[in-house]
């Protein structure tokens, strides 16, 4: 399938929208090919894009201040990710954002997210509901924090996602669920 | 100060709005006094609303399955409040809203959402606003909770927001921030 057809596919579950107007839309993405590990943000610079992806997985992260890297936030196909605060505000931000294997990406900047919406206001409706969704599941998450023991986090998730676990390295999922690698490494031979 | 006028300084933040069109969009919210204690939104059933906070402030909560409250969020002056995944989809909600504070609260429905954005597709704009930041503040509260001892959450906390910490009890501070009620009271102690 082509790339943008993913896009347009997806757009559609959230606004009525027709392939003219797609293609009006379309010029304010910038698309993007990344290769695995290749980064797209870095802590300490200025938050400008967001990032769609079409195929493939990025990680947001940040950088502890005993150096080790702690992963916030994932994004498969259909998924947004960014700093949101810091690209809301255009502010300088503490996470990173890399590529977990070769992707391919939209990026949006501000700027362009600015005269999007200005132009075609009906991506506002698209925005409002992927953040409305994107926020309700982040609440969820600190629920799971919460609420599960260790392992049961770790079973939580890999029960719910199991071909995302295939697709991402042990040390950066323990590190999303707030577990240590070695921990996970721990269960993984308790089932094995 | 008049209640709507807070709602209306509140909105001209994020999008140009007149007297006017703000007269017309204040039906579609549903203004109401809740008692300290009161209930808005219960575990286990169908989540219909979401809360904006006018004066007071309110509690977001589930019980988990040794029966102890969890407090995941809370909501004070001009903030808004609901089990969003919830919400959008307009399904049951694990989650209890419940007033700290006597306050006053404007409701909107999901029905009435889907009616004031139909008509006044200016607020598709405000409410993508409120999400994306919204949003990015969890991503962001994620991050305090891997990264900070349960010390520095708490010192965290307590300095930046010296005022809600005064209006909110002990135990469900503690809850909020992932800590015991215990451990919150020995700090205390010893900072006293």
């Known amino acids: 399938m082509e790339k943008t057809q993913v896009f347009y596919n997806h757009i559609k579950r959230f606004i ?7 293609l009006e839309i379309l010029p304010f993405f910038h698309p993007g090919k990344v290769a695995k590990k290749e980064a797209l943000m ?5 938050c400008r894009n967001c990032f769609f992806v079409l195929e493939g997985c990025l990680q947001m992260y940040y950088i502890n201040e005993k150096g080790v890297e702690k992963t916030v936030q994932f994004a498969i196909e259909n998924w ?15 996470f990173f954002i890399r590529a977990v294997e070769p992707s391919h990406v939209l990026s949006l900047s501000h700027e362009n997210q600015q005269k999007l919406l200005a132009a075609h206001p009906l991506m506002e409706s698209y ?17 799971y924090l919460f609420d599960y023991s260790k392992e049961e986090i770790f079973f939580h998730f890999t029960s719910q996602f199991p071909e995302f676990v295939q697709r991402v390295p042990q040390y950066m999922l323990a590190s999303y669920l707030g577990l240590t690698p070695e921990y996970v490494s721990e269960i993984r031979k308790k089932l094995s």
């Open 16 to 22: 009525n929208i027709d392939p003219e107007q797609f």
């Open 42 to 46: 870095r802590g300490g610079r200025h």
């Open 80 to 94: 947004w990710l960014s700093d949101f605060l810091a690209y809301h505000h255009q502010e300088k931000s503490d």
């Open 127 to 143: 925005f409002r509901q992927v953040y409305q969704i994107a926020y309700g599941a982040s609440i969820m998450r600190v629920k």
